[in-house]
């Protein structure tokens, strides 16, 4: 069969899964976007909702503590049909969200940057898998599924995410830093991506062209393009709006965490708990901890920056202040990329099992804390800790594996000998 | 007409119909007495009985004192107490309105509310004022002098009254004082439903009288038996009241507890309050039916009015006439009683009192006796007519909806009893930061049309620990109809120093205020109409108490788990496992053999 066809049926199978699941269980949207591991208060729904309605009624949504999420949407949202009573437009627009997010990544697979970027050639690149497998691994994930289901705003910074990875892997420096400064402007921690997909895009504009662009003059043009594409959308956001309000309460609420709802993550618990006098102090700690993962990765893993962005987006499901599964779908999606590394990860079976683990006991234990009052905060805690560590011996698992390959192209005679890091 | 006199009876019997219904018409005629009645006097006191079906007694408590505004300006106090006087000077408080309540009116049973509900709080304290102030941020301030005042004041916890408990409405309150000689006035509403109204209140509250509760009225409210009622609310009012042509200002202060008494409880002995069952040879037994024996018996309803008087059911006798009263006229008259007239009463006092008959013989007043105590008794007796009670409005009952701690849905239900009338009113709700409701949710339904009742919305949303959700509705209810108010909210989780010590308790929410706009005040004022639903108690999910250096140090450990390994890649060399053993250098084992030898040299050096 040839590739249009088969991205064809691929494409169509995915949406009438989705719209099959929309028109067949009308309650399931509801019900999946009341549930705290998919809807966080920065991407969910029902708050989205909340939010064009005010701003529809004159209302600032920003000048209240329901809604967080960024103030273009409003008049995106507010288009559409009211999804209470005409819920089929919203429905085919998070569908053709997710068919377009796995577009990209199909794109992504085939740009071949994940196997052989430009200095490093990998010796085990003939393994991998087409794009077809990896976009059919996006669409057919149950989380990506129930994530569509629940339309979280984070569908879309996936989707942008998704976009920038793609144009950045074919050397498009506009496009790439417009999706990229979209996605900044929707959830503000994919602007961290910035520097590995920045190396990427070097890279490949290197291969393409006969000789490599003065890397200073590149990186200040983009840096520069990003400063004033993010300007454009936070000034065009104020005009909205008609004050500079909502950065408090969307860029604000994330930095600061007042709404402590639960999630997969680990930080609502951590400062539900702490001491009153310690907050800020681990709240700076905890953003600092985030952010030092991309010098340091980026350094070190120079030559395979497709592979420091797919690290840092799984870090990024771990370690944010509200992470949901649309955050780990997006990690797991990509990993697959580096079907090369496989063989060299050691715990994938630990691993996988414990996000299994975690998916199926932790909306249980969810369950006996909030609904039958038979088990308490420190159930769904513990389980949130269970996901965290899972997605975390994944992050650090293949980064060995991807090291160690490294290795092997370094020193071929070390192949399959057991190493040991000094 | 006379069966919609039957209906609404308490104690329907064909004979007494015509004069129950004169004593109804009769009730309103002497509620406009009690208004205005005060108007040129500097003090004034009544107290209003009035027996409620179902052995109830509702006893209401009124006292008012003027001051003029020219010698309240000088901070010349004669009958206005003077910590309450330089309290309002200081926070330039113009009008201000203080409730403590407890219990529920029972509207089903009870009927209409006393003062039309104007002199009413929801449970737990209620305060609103008028300040006067340049700007918001001044008014604000003056605000929380006012609410800490006050609660020095009145030992209550109104300090608490903080910007997530007060809001600015918008439609519900109007000022019943006369203002042209102030501008900016301020309005600001504060509750505390979660605040146990007691005895410590109700001691500064006597003490703003001016007989103390030593003499008149006043000296029949006791602790024991006010906070034991099944519904009790204390008010103070303080509004300036001016003259036609908008002089003469007076200040005037007015005070009211209303109480519900259950009259059997109340007469229970305080060294012996559990109620016990009567010895089965004191129960009047129903012998129709076929278990009736010996030892087995159904009680028989008595239909007798009990028999009761005022010292025992206020547990202190009443001492006489407060004399700053007037000695003569309708002010003279301090305690009255609303019963048919042919309900039996005896007044027991050593003094001189005088009996005098109103409102077609349905209202008896007494006038005191100065310096001996006075005390009214009545008998058990069999009635044949009874007093109807006015059909209230409006109905409402508002509850939380759905379970578990995440979320639920709130449900108001409006029921307008009137078959002609449609009432419009303002429905007022005052949320904590905590409780999320969602405006898109909001439906509102009547059952007898679909046109949308909603006709003006006012909504200022919750800021998380900084304001609470404002919400005020202007609606339409058709006559006879029903409007069911529902709208989603999200409960949020709080860090663990803001629970209570009582967390899994819940937290309370104010009650809803309803303000009727069409029907005017059968009082003939401009108090207005009022309504207020009970409190809620809202459960919101709870953290464990008993952990946080435990989640601190698991959390901690998932994330040096993450960094440490990660970090560890990232900082460090791959060597082969055979190199590290042939340098011998590598890893701990090396190091310490190094230290080992260069410890060697040095002692063996030496």
């Given at each position: 069969m040839p590739i249009d066809q088969q991205k064809a049926l691929l494409f169509g199978a995915a949406a009438a899964v989705r719209l099959l699941l929309f028109t067949a269980f009308p309650s399931l949207p509801n019900l999946l976007t009341g549930r705290v591991e998919i809807s966080t208060p920065v991407t969910s729904f029902k708050r989205l909702q909340e939010g064009v309605f005010l701003y529809t009624h004159n209302v600032s949504p920003y000048d209240g503590g329901v809604f967080h999420q960024a103030p273009l949407l409003l008049p995106l949202f507010s288009l559409l049909p009211n999804p209470a009573y005409y819920p089929f437009a919203t429905n085919l627009l998070y569908t053709i969200v997710d068919l377009l997010g796995a577009n990209a990544l199909m794109h992504i697979a085939e740009s071949g940057q994940s196997a052989t970027p430009r200095l490093f050639k990998s010796s085990r690149k003939e393994l991998r898998w087409s794009s077809i497998a990896i976009g059919a691994g996006f669409l057919f994930n149950p989380f990506t599924i129930t994530t569509c289901i629940a339309r979280p705003t984070s569908a879309l910074t996936n989707l942008f995410i998704l976009l920038a990875m793609a144009k950045a892997s074919q050397g498009a420096g506009s496009t790439f830093v417009l999706a990229l400064s979209v996605a900044s402007y929707l959830a503000?921690?994919?602007?961290?991506?910035f520097p590995p997909l920045l190396v990427l895009c070097y890279d490949v504009r290197a291969t393409k062209s006969k000789s490599a662009p003065n890397p200073l003059a590149f990186t200040a043009f983009h840096v520069l393009s990003l400063v004033v594409a993010l300007g454009g959308l936070l000034y065009l956001s104020a005009l909205l709006t008609g004050s500079w309000e909502f950065l408090g309460a969307t860029y604000g609420v994330r930095l600061l965490l007042p709404d402590l709802t639960p999630n997969v993550g680990l930080w609502w618990y951590f400062f539900t708990e702490m001491f009153d006098s310690f907050r800020e102090f681990f709240l700076g700690v905890f953003w600092l901890h985030v952010v030092s993962y991309v010098p340091g990765l980026t350094i070190r893993l120079r030559k395979q920056p497709l592979f420091v962005a797919v690290t840092l987006t799984g870090i990024f499901a771990v370690f944010t202040p509200y992470p949901s599964i649309a955050d780990g779908t997006l990690y797991l999606s990509l990993v697959p990329l580096f079907r090369h590394l496989f063989p060299l990860m050691r715990y994938t079976f630990l691993a996988s099992s414990t996000i299994l683990y975690a998916s199926f006991i932790g909306p249980a234990f969810y369950y006996l804390w909030i609904?039958?009052?038979?088990?308490?905060?420190n159930f769904f805690y513990a389980i949130t800790l269970v996901w965290s560590l899972g997605l975390s011996v994944i992050v650090g698992d293949s980064l060995y594996a991807a090291l160690r390959d490294e290795l092997d192209v370094e020193r071929p005679e070390l192949r399959g000998k057991e190493v040991k890091r000094i | 007409m006379r069966s919609h006199c039957l209906d609404n009876s308490f104690q329907p019997s064909p004979r007494g119909c015509n004069a129950a219904m004169l004593s109804f018409l009769s009730l309103l005629f002497f509620n406009l007495l009690i208004t205005f009645t005060a108007a040129g006097q500097d003090y004034y006191e009544r107290l209003l009985l009035r027996p409620l079906p179902q052995s109830a007694l509702l006893a209401s408590f009124n006292f008012r004192s003027n001051e003029s505004s020219a010698s309240f300006d000088q901070q010349n106090f004669r009958y206005f107490p003077r910590s309450l006087g330089q309290i309002l000077q200081h926070a330039r408080t113009k009008e201000l309105h203080l409730r403590f309540s407890l219990g529920r009116w029972d509207a089903e049973s009870w009927g209409q509310r006393p003062w039309d509900g104007a002199r009413e709080g929801g449970t737990g304290v209620e305060l609103w004022a008028w300040l006067e102030a340049q700007s918001e941020e001044e008014a604000f301030s003056r605000w929380l002098t006012l609410t800490n005042a006050l609660s020095g004041l009145f030992c209550a916890s109104l300090n608490f009254i903080d910007a997530t408990k007060t809001i600015r409405p918008v439609m519900s309150f109007q000022p019943e004082g006369d203002h042209h000689n102030s501008s900016n006035l301020h309005l600001l509403h504060g509750t505390l439903p979660h605040e146990v109204v007691c005895t410590e209140n109700l001691t500064p509250f006597l003490k703003l009288l001016p007989c103390k509760g030593k003499?008149?009225?006043?000296?029949?409210?006791?602790g024991h038996k006010l906070f034991d009622a099944s519904w009790q609310t204390m008010s103070i009012d303080v509004r300036p009241v001016c003259g036609k042509d908008g002089a003469d200002c007076v200040l005037e202060m007015e005070q009211s507890v209303d109480m519900v008494l259950d009259i059997d409880r109340s007469r229970r002995p305080r060294d012996n309050p559990i109620p016990r069952p009567l010895p089965i040879e004191e129960i009047a037994c129903d012998t129709s039916k076929h278990y009736n024996a010996e030892d087995t018996c159904y009680p028989l309803h008595k239909s007798a009015e009990p028999g009761w008087n005022l010292t025992e059911i206020?547990?202190?006798?009443?001492?006489?006439?407060?004399?700053?009263?007037?000695?003569?006229?309708?002010?003279?008259?301090?305690v009255c009683i609303n019963t048919p007239p042919e309900r039996i009463i005896q007044a027991n006092t050593t003094g001189q009192y005088l009996e005098t008959w109103i409102a077609s013989d349905t209202v008896r007043c007494y006038k005191l006796p100065t310096g001996s105590d006075f005390d009214l008794n009545l008998p058990e007796q069999e009635m044949t007519t009874g007093l109807i009670l006015a059909t209230p409005p409006l109905f409402a009952a508002r509850s939380i909806n759905g379970h578990g701690q995440e979320r639920g849905s709130i449900q108001a239900i409006i029921r307008n009893p009137s078959a002609t009338d449609a009432v419009e009113f303002v429905y007022l709700e005052s949320l904590p930061w905590f409780m999320k409701p969602y405006l898109h949710t909001l439906r509102a339904r009547v059952d007898t049309t679909s046109t949308n009742p909603i006709q003006e919305t006012y909504y200022r949303p919750a800021v998380d620990r900084a304001r609470g959700t404002h919400l005020e509705l202007r609606m339409l209810i058709p006559a006879s109809s029903t409007l069911t108010l529902t709208y989603d909210f999200e409960k949020a989780i709080l860090r663990y120093t803001e629970y209570p010590p009582d967390a899994n308790r819940g937290f309370d929410v104010a009650p809803a205020v309803l303000k009727l706009l069409s029907s005017q005040s059968s009082l003939g004022d401009n108090k207005g109409v009022y309504l207020r639903t009970t409190s809620l108690l809202l459960p919101l999910p709870t953290p464990d108490f008993s952990m946080p250096y435990n989640v601190i140090i698991l959390t901690s450990t998932v994330m040096a788990l993450g960094f440490g390994n990660i970090f560890n890649l990232l900082v460090r060399r791959f060597v082969g496992a055979e190199e590290v053993m042939a340098l011998g250098a590598g890893g701990l084992r090396g190091v310490v053999a190094a230290r080992v030898a260069a410890m060697r040299t040095r002692l063996l050096g030496r």
């Open positions: 503000m921690h994919p602007i961290l991506l609904y039958a009052g038979s088990g308490n905060a | 003499a008149g009225v006043s000296s029949l409210l006791d206020f547990g202190r006798p009443l001492k006489g006439a407060c004399p700053l009263t007037d000695g003569d006229g309708e002010g003279a008259n301090t």
